[in-house]
């Protein structure tokens, strides 16, 4: 069965360092994979969007990289700030189906 | 643009009520999605659509739902008769093209008694 997987149990960490969060996929065989952040009572907001053909995006703190073979992706957060508390969201778009597929997210919780 | 925008914010109502959701889209957006979210699911997709068509319906639960999209600017969500089980967040999202950076409403929080 299809599968997306993120780790279930909060990250905590201390403010400036780096959070690193996982992504994991089985019979998937995505066009491509996004990153979202949710807030709590908000909607998700996206941060990152990474295809099937590149193996590395930044956006100024973030960075997010996609390994097909591996079928994972990571999404860092660099000099992290307890702003950047929330839970992170991936979510991918299968190559047979045009809309996108979330994980569950995992809670981040930066310690000041 | 104020982006999109979900009424009611939080709905509550008992088992068997119809229940409607709306959702107003970004302008120019051409693709629209109701999700569904719940701390046992996560999000889930209900249904997807594409300048107004709907496109991928697989993920509404029963006949009790139903979406609609009679114009670019506007659709619903129904649930008649609604039942406990259905108590959840219900997002919609638009985008511009097939689910490129969806933007999503800030939900309608549903309970039902």
């Known amino acids: 069965s299809q599968k997306i997987e993120q780790n279930s149990e909060a990250l905590n960490i201390q403010e400036g360092k780096t959070a690193t969060l996982t992504c994991n996929y089985t019979?998937?065989?995505?066009?491509?994979l996004q990153w979202y952040r949710q807030d709590p009572g908000r909607g998700p907001v996206f941060l990152l969007l990474?295809?099937?053909?590149?193996k590395e995006k930044r956006k100024e703190r973030l960075k997010v990289t996609f390994d097909t073979t591996l079928k994972q992706s990571l999404f860092h957060i660099t000099a992290s700030q307890p702003a950047d508390s929330a839970t992170y969201l991936c979510?991918?778009?299968?190559?047979?189906?045009?809309?996108?597929?979330f994980g569950s997210g995992t809670r981040l919780q930066v310690q000041p | 643009d104020a982006g999109v925008i979900q009424s009611p914010r939080h709905e509550v109502t008992e088992m068997g009520q119809e229940v409607t959701l709306r959702c107003k889209p970004i302008?120019?957006?051409?693709?629209l999605f109701w999700y569904r979210q719940t701390m046992m699911r996560g999000l889930e997709l209900l249904i997807y659509?594409?300048?107004?068509?709907?496109?991928?319906d697989s993920g509404m639960p029963e006949d009790r739902f139903s979406a609609k999209m009679p114009n670019a600017s506007f659709s619903t969500l129904k649930i008649q008769p609604s039942e406990p089980r259905d108590s959840a967040v219900y997002f919609c999202?638009?985008?511009?093209?097939?689910?490129?950076?969806?933007?999503f409403g800030s939900g309608t929080q549903l309970s039902v008694l």
């Open positions: 999202a638009s985008s511009l093209g097939d689910a490129e950076k969806l933007l």
């Open positions: 979510a991918l778009r299968d190559t047979g189906r045009r809309a996108l597929t």
């Open positions: 019979n998937y065989s995505p066009a491509y």
């Open positions: 990474i295809r099937e053909n590149e």
């Open positions: 659509f594409n300048n107004n068509v709907p496109i991928d």
């Open positions: 302008s120019g957006h051409n693709s």
